[in-house]
């Protein structure tokens, strides 16, 4: 079935680090890719996406890539902030008209030390 | 505020209790999506639609669950005998198709059943 592995569950880093969050997908037919940050008691929200004819997407200093081959896609954040503390989650979608559901991974905690 | 309003935002319940919740989704977006999230997890999809027509339901969404969007403005989600594995963060989200389909999520109603 349609499934997200994401990975690590938690990752701390200094201020000022890069930190890398990955995620695989199970489905070959999913084309569209979304990243959410969720602080602690609000609703996600989208911060970066990709789609499946683009390999990578930088805003700022998040980036995403994506290896459709290889089904990985990851998240980059460079010069990490008190402000980027919370749970990330990658998620994967078919955008087609009728199957266009969200499948979530479970979630990376990341934690940016003083 | 123009984004995806939910209510109530918490409701507390006992076992067998039925409850019902209400998403109003971006005004103009025609897709309404609803997730379940339980804490340490990312959302599990529940059911969407696409103006009054609900297109997927998951199998999650048990037949306790009911879902309606009569004018394709407003959602309902209901509960009917509640049990205490349905004590979740319940979210809604709200997507224009025609604009690329990236989802906008409520604030959510956190359920607690007793």
């Known amino acids: 079935g349609e499934n997200v592995e994401q990975h690590p569950s938690t990752l701390s880093v200094q201020e000022g680090d890069s930190a890398v969050i990955k995620c695989t997908y199970s489905?070959?037919?999913?084309?569209?890719f979304p990243w959410y940050k969720q602080e602690l008691g609000k609703r996600p929200q989208l911060i970066i996406d990709?789609?499946?004819?683009?390999g990578e997407k930088k805003d700022q200093r998040i980036a995403v890539t994506l290896n459709k081959t290889a089904k990985h896609f990851s998240l980059h954040i460079t010069e990490t902030q008190p402000e980027d503390s919370a749970v990330y989650f990658c998620?994967?979608?078919?955008?087609?008209?009728?199957?266009?559901?969200?499948?979530f991974g479970s979630g990376t905690r990341l934690s940016i030390r003083p | 505020d123009t984004g995806v309003s939910q209510d109530p935002r918490h409701k507390i319940t006992k076992r067998g209790q039925n409850v019902t919740f209400r998403c109003d989704p971006i005004?103009?977006?025609?897709?309404l999506y609803w997730y379940r999230q339980t804490l340490g997890q990312g959302p599990e999809f529940l059911t969407y639609?696409?103006?009054?027509?609900?297109?997927?339901k998951s199998r999650l969404l048990s037949d306790r669950f009911s879902a309606e969007r009569p004018k394709g403005s407003f959602s309902t989600l209901e509960i009917q005998r509640t049990e205490q594995g349905d004590s979740a963060m319940y979210l809604c989200?709200?997507?224009?198709?025609?604009?690329?389909?990236?989802?906008?999520f409520g604030p959510g109603t956190r359920l607690t059943v007793t």
């Open positions: 989200a709200s997507s224009l198709a025609e604009a690329g389909g990236e989802q906008y």
């Open positions: 489905d070959s037919a999913s084309n569209y």
């Open positions: 990709i789609r499946s004819n683009v």
């Open positions: 998620a994967a979608s078919k955008r087609v008209s009728s199957a266009s559901k969200i499948i």
């Open positions: 005004s103009e977006h025609n897709r």
């Open positions: 639609f696409q103006n009054e027509a609900q297109l997927e």
